[in-house]
């Protein structure tokens, strides 16, 4: 074995197929019972339609290096993200747009006349500097949107005041002064032709890679863990970094996810893929239904069942699977320290988004293990 592989999600798949057509042997260690990480998904058993066990995924990237490096392994479809919001019992297009705007405001401006309203309402926060969520959100649209279609969404899917949560987190989603409501402003979008475990089953298909499931990297009792194996062999650990110190700098902040899956006797649940429950009252942030990731497989789907998956979010405790960094200020005091533990490591790279605790796309996380095979392990 040249390098240890601690983690089959995205990041550690990419640095295995990297290293293996450079001619070098790879172990890929997984805990759980399949490959994939996050964006794993499985047929469902009663209707076949394909579930992301995880939470729904959508691919999307305007990396050029990325976009050709995926579909070495997959061909993508041209679904184009869309999402819907419910609040107060009317369902609304997001990103915020100038179909939002209008409709919320029971009015037909045109673009200008919206951003002069927004400007209006907006005037407390400069968006450019804004230090928190809050500031951010408030900057770009406004309070009265603000506090109908993010404060109570925000505050159920991180129970955390948004004046602590970073700003970048709210920039993920465009606003726009146009009908055009595409979730995403990517120049490639699109979901793996035959689903995603094909894809990644095909990343880790060498002859030259081993993966080995059910396997902890922090349980002594299993080959490959990390006492039998650090300074012995380079490794690339994508679990959470402050699990593998032990904690030794306090722990960080993660979200984890509830999803409650159902399987309904009816064609179509919600007509759309996902649709967000912007209001307090609602326990769940969002509805995904699975069926409308792949309208193309209409006549291999039932058309007298659907499959949909309630999403709720809390805090992570040790034993839950952490889903998404907080990061308060604490936590990026805390992430400081640990970086610096990691520097030490002897062998040892980190990465992907449990092993640098950052909010990483699939595309994002591709794109940093391509750099960090080039820049690090490569040579
Ligand atoms: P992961 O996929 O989390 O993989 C890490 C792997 O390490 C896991 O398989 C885990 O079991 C393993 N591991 C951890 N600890 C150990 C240990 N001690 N021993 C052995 N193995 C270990 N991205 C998008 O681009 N679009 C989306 O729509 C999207 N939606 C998302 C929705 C949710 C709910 C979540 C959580 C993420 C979403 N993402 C999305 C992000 C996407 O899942 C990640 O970018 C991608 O999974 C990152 O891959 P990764 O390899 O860093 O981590
Ligand atoms: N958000 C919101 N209302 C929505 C959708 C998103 O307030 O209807 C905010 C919320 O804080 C969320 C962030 O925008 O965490 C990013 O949303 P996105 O849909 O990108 O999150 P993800 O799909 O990663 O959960």
Redesign the pocket.
Known sequence: MDLLV????????TIAERAADAGRDVVI????DH?????YSEADPDTGIEVHR???????TSNPTVWEYVNRFTAFTDYVHRVYTTHGGVVYPLPINLGTINQFFSSARTPDQARALVREQAGEFDPRTARSLEERGIGLIGRPLYEAFIRDYTAKQWQTDPRELPAEVISRLPVRYTYDNRYFNDTWEGLPVEGYTAWLERMADHPRIEVRLE????DETQPLNRRDTVGQVPIVY???VD?YFDYAEGELGWRT?DFEREVLPVGDFQGTSVMNYADADVPYTRIHEFRHFHPERADRYPSDRTVVMR?YSRFAERDDEP??PVGTPADRARLLAYRDLSAGEPGVHF?????TYQY??????IGSALSMWRNDLAA
């Open positions: 601690v983690g089959s999600g995205l990041f550690g798949l260690i997984d805990r759980r490959l994939g990480g996050n964006a995880y939470g729904a995924h959508l691919f999307h396997t902890d990297f922090f994508t679990g959470p699990r996810l999403e889903y998404y990465g992907g988004r449990l092993g990483l796309d699939m595309h994002m996380a």
